[in-house]
């Protein structure tokens, strides 16, 4: 069974930075799919960014509230998928959640990887103005 522990939430304030990592206890390539989602009360899990992997490298997707701020990669030695945040803003604040999908010939995106993905146990991450 695929395992996943996420690291690195924390409180920052507006403008700062803060890195996620995701350890999995599975292969992260060739060809799997994993991503990061958030959510906050009352509300539905949001996708952020998913990568795809491949021989040779990983096609990153971001969400558009996310995309230029936030850079998500994988560490394929050390079976880690991280995401690093820059300019962070209080509409940034959830708890975030890395995913897990071994796609086989379906595509990489946030519908699957929501209703087929492996989950961690969240992390929060709390940004004041």
């Known amino acids: 069974q695929v395992q996943l522990m996420e690291a690195g939430g924390g409180s920052v304030q507006a403008g700062g930075s803060l890195t996620l990592s995701c350890q999995v206890s599975?292969?992260?390539?060739?060809?799997?799919?994993m991503g990061w989602f958030r959510q906050t009360p009352g509300q539905a899990r949001e996708g952020v960014a998913n990568i795809y992997t491949y021989h040779g490298g990983a096609t990153p997707f971001y969400d558009r509230s996310v995309k230029g701020r936030f850079a998500i990669s994988v560490d394929n030695a050390q079976h880690t998928l991280y995401l690093q945040m820059d300019t962070l803003k209080s509409a940034d604040t959830a708890v975030y959640y890395c995913t897990w999908y071994d796609p086989g010939p379906e595509a990489c995106n946030f519908w699957n990887l929501r209703d087929r993905g492996v989950w961690g146990q969240g992390t929060q991450v709390t940004v004041s103005e």
């Open positions: 599975a292969r992260t390539h060739p060809n799997i799919c």
